[in-house]
């Protein structure tokens, strides 16, 4: 069994832009054997999920884990061995301490708050997020506080969730360098370059090879492994074909793809010639979150169960926002899994019974309140000699394989439905 660094700060789970966990996580061990160890897990199952692991450095992990906001730091001082952070989300804007005391106390599962442990979530400019942090004294507390999962402060619903030290920093942190970041991100310079036409095998290491001389401008190199070097992989983890490179200025980007265009990569006896061109983080958006719709979806019926509708049947979907690409946290020649946030997920539900309604679909996949539907359209309505269809559209891709991956063969009534992601 492999040994995680001794107390909670030993896994720092890394955060989108918008603050919402991304599915990467840096994890700190004991020492060196225990990671080698780790690193043997690469591509295993965690439930319905295959985890890639990654070699990262200390230095990596302290990016994501570390912070210095020092009212952050005070809140995570409080905590003793054994304590419990529980993320509140949703809070009214006006909500005060006292409410969140008041929140937790109450009911048969009543538990008390460690002294000066809520910690709320700021902008920039003061004005709160809506999100909390509250610490417990030990595990017991803690989990009595969980069971208030979508329980109520005012008219809002709260939504809680397990959170580590690292989470905390990041949140914080995150919110206050958010218009740093949308200046930085917000940039016309074409300082990146898109490769296309990979071979499913290519790996970072055959990609600043192929680039030659001008893989010497490459952003944050550390020995010759790239973390400015985002692969681009499809909704099963397998290679798309394609990768975004961040360069340290426009001459170098304009540089490397006027030399590299067109020219061969060699991969053992395989060999391939590789597009390559000049980009800006504002062009890589506009691939990456506007792709078009399959084919034999374009010409479909308008939903017979409107996207207003379900939108007020599910008070959790969160409005549009727009794409951001940022640098990726990951650990050096760890990919970057894309789709981002704004590019919508589609899940196709066959074997529907004549009785099904769409609201009986969106109850199906309303387990998971991180989970927002947009939209519900039947294709096919069942009857007694053909099963039923529909075409079920998510806020992301990420929220639909999360979705696909909670209900494999998971019943509608009693009867098991198929359902399959659709590749935009």
Excluded at 10 to 38: K, T, Y
Excluded at 113 to 133: C, E, H, Q
Excluded at 225 to 246: D, K, L, R, W
Aim: proline share 6%; net charge neutral; charged share 20%.
């Amino acid at each position: 069994m492999v040994r995680v660094a001794e107390g909670s700060g030993g896994v720092a789970l890394c955060l989108s832009p918008e603050g919402r966990r991304n599915g990467e996580a840096f994890v700190r061990f004991e020492d060196s054997e225990q990671r080698e160890l780790a690193l043997k897990r690469h591509r295993h199952f965690l439930h319905n999920r295959y985890i890639e692991v990654y070699r990262a450095t200390g230095n990596d992990f302290l990016q994501v884990a570390a912070g210095s906001n020092s009212e952050a730091v005070r809140f995570v001082s409080r905590g003793s061995t054994g304590a419990m952070i529980v993320r509140m989300r949703g809070l009214p804007y006006d909500c005060t301490e006292a409410q969140i005391l008041e929140f937790f106390a109450e009911g048969e599962n009543g538990c008390k708050v460690t002294d000066g442990g809520i910690l709320f979530v700021n902008k920039s400019d003061g004005r709160p997020t809506g999100d909390a942090f509250v610490m417990f004294d030990n595990e017991e507390a803690g989990q009595k506080a969980l069971t208030k999962h979508k329980c109520t402060i005012g008219t809002r619903y709260i939504e809680l969730f397990r959170s580590t030290q690292a989470e905390v920093q990041q949140v914080v942190n995150r919110n206050l360098e958010n218009d740093q970041r949308m200046m930085v991100h917000g940039s016309s310079r074409k300082d990146c370059i898109r490769l296309r036409g990979l071979h499913y095998e290519a790996h970072v290491e055959n990609i600043v090879e192929f680039l030659g001389e001008t893989a010497r401008h490459i952003m944050f190199q550390v020995n010759r492994t790239c973390n400015s070097v985002h692969m681009v992989y499809n909704a099963q983890g397998h290679p798309s074909g394609e990768a975004f490179i961040q360069m340290d200025s426009e001459m170098s980007a304009a540089t490397a793809a006027a030399l590299a265009h067109n020219k061969y990569m060699q991969i053992g006896k395989k060999q391939r010639y590789i597009e390559v061109f000049q980009c800006s983080p504002e062009d890589m958006n506009l691939v990456l979150a506007n792709p078009p719709l399959p084919p034999q979806f374009i010409l479909q019926p308008r939903p017979l169960f409107p996207q207003q509708t379900v939108q007020s049947l599910v008070p959790t979907i969160v409005p549009p926002f727009t794409p951001l690409y940022w640098p990726c946290l990951s650990p050096p020649a760890s990919p970057c899994i894309y789709p981002l946030q704004s590019q919508p997920g589609l899940v196709l539900v066959t074997g529907l019974c004549p009785n099904i309604t769409p609201q009986d679909i969106l109850a199906y996949f309303q387990t998971n309140p991180e989970i927002a539907i947009e939209s519900v359209q039947m294709l096919r309505w069942g009857t007694a000699q053909y099963a039923g269809e529909a075409l079920v559209r998510f806020r992301s891709r990420m929220d639909a394989e999360r979705a696909l991956a909670e209900h494999v063969g998971a019943p509608l009534g009693t009867i098991p439905l198929n359902l399959s992601l659709i590749h935009t």
